[in-house]
């Protein structure tokens, strides 16, 4: 079973719309949760972090995690053309010094 | 404020060619990584450095060394490339969050 979990889409959306990504992990132990957003072509970029369950509110993303379920979703509100991206989930594992392990992305279109 | 910087952004290697990618952070971080990214894999940490003066073993460490020169400077050697090594690397820095570089595309034929 891979660490962390992400279904490779594609997923599309109309402009407008909700997107919703999901993420499952495998150690329960894992605490620090991390969205990465990753334009074609370019490298990845920070859009949100969560560490407490519940839901994590940051302009038109939230994330909600659940450690009992070992679940992480990020919602996109109000989807734009530009939200087009593929969307890292990563962690960081119990004991593992800070490093990071990603998921293998969801690729997101939003359709104008 | 350059953040990360890596070099070069693209490299084509023959098989059995040896070459050292660069990575220089100016944040003052004291933990540095590398990663390959391949299609539909994700990152895979290859190795990592805590501090100046450490490194260890990520993910996916066969092939590759690496040297923590300095606090700034962290740098990937690939001593006998292999088609296997094509990817695309990211060096990333952090001190809470991390910092990415634009990546180098490295092609081995």
């Known amino acids: 079973q891979k660490e962390v979990e992400q279904n490779s889409g594609p997923l599309s959306v109309p402009e407008g719309a909700i997107a919703s990504l999901n993420c499952t992990y495998s150690d329960r132990g894992s605490q620090s949760f991390f969205w990465y957003r990753q334009y074609s072509g370019k490298s990845p970029e920070l859009i949100m972090s969560?560490?407490?369950?519940g839901d994590k509110e940051d302009g038109r993303f939230t994330a909600q995690l659940n450690k009992a379920s070992q679940y992480v979703s990020l919602l996109i509100r109000d989807s734009q053309p530009s939200d087009s991206a593929t969307y890292l989930c990563a962690l960081i594992s119990s004991g593992s010094a800070r490093q990071l392990t990603f998921g293998s992305g969801t690729q997101l279109t939003v359709l104008p | 404020n350059a953040g990360v910087t890596q070099t070069p952004k693209f490299q084509v290697l023959k098989t059995g060619q040896s070459m050292t990618l660069q990575c220089a952070q100016d944040m003052n971080h004291n933990s540095m990584y590398w990663y390959r990214q391949d299609p539909g894999m994700g990152l895979r940490l290859i190795y990592y450095?805590?501090?100046?003066?450490?490194?260890d073993k990520g993910e996916v460490p066969n092939g590759y060394n690496v040297s923590r020169l300095n606090k700034r400077e962290f740098s990937l050697r690939l001593e006998s490339a292999a088609p296997s090594q094509t990817s695309v690397y990211f060096c990333?820095?952090?001190?809470?969050?991390?910092?990415f570089g634009s990546g180098t595309r490295l092609t081995v034929v």
């Open positions: 450095s805590a501090s100046e003066g450490t490194t």
């Open positions: 990333a820095s952090s001190d809470y969050g991390y910092t």
């Open positions: 969560i560490y407490s369950n």
